[in-house]
Nanobody, 114 residues
Framework: VQLVESGGDLVQPGGSLRLSCAAS????????MGWYRQAPGKQRELVAV???????NYADSVKGRFTVSRDNAKNTVYLQMNSLKPEDTAVYYC?????????WGQGTQVTVSS
């Protein structure tokens, strides 16, 4: 499975971005899809996840600001990020997980700065 993220950019505090992750998996709808991020000098952390059934879960730091969604017809998962803060600056990675299978994208840079 190949995962290709896009949408990262430089944005001012308070701004919005939408990240996309396109997956090559033929059984995309069976995968739990997640967004993780890693800031310089920090460990990679979970941002949001959406299960195959559409249930979602978020890190406390992004609740109410970020929304994860998926379009199974397009094999794509999205992360809508609103009210961005400087501390959201990181490389954002897409993850696909199904039973013992676990795949990562190459990451996309999000920088929040004035």
């Amino acid at each position: 499975v190949q995962l290709v993220e896009s949408g990262g950019d430089l944005v001012q505090p308070g701004g919005s971005l939408r990240l996309s992750c396109a997956a090559s998996a033929r059984t995309f709808s069976s995968y739990a899809m997640g967004w993780y991020r890693q800031a310089p000098g920090k460990q990679r952390e979970l941002v949001a996840v959406i299960t195959s059934g559409g249930s979602t879960n978020y890190a406390d730091s992004v609740k109410g600001r970020f929304t994860v969604s998926r379009d199974n017809a397009k094999n794509t998962v999205y992360l809508q990020m609103n009210s961005l803060k400087p501390e959201d600056t990181a490389v954002y990675y897409c993850n696909a997980r199904y039973i013992a299978y676990n795949y990562w994208g190459q990451g996309t840079q999000v920088t929040v700065s004035s």
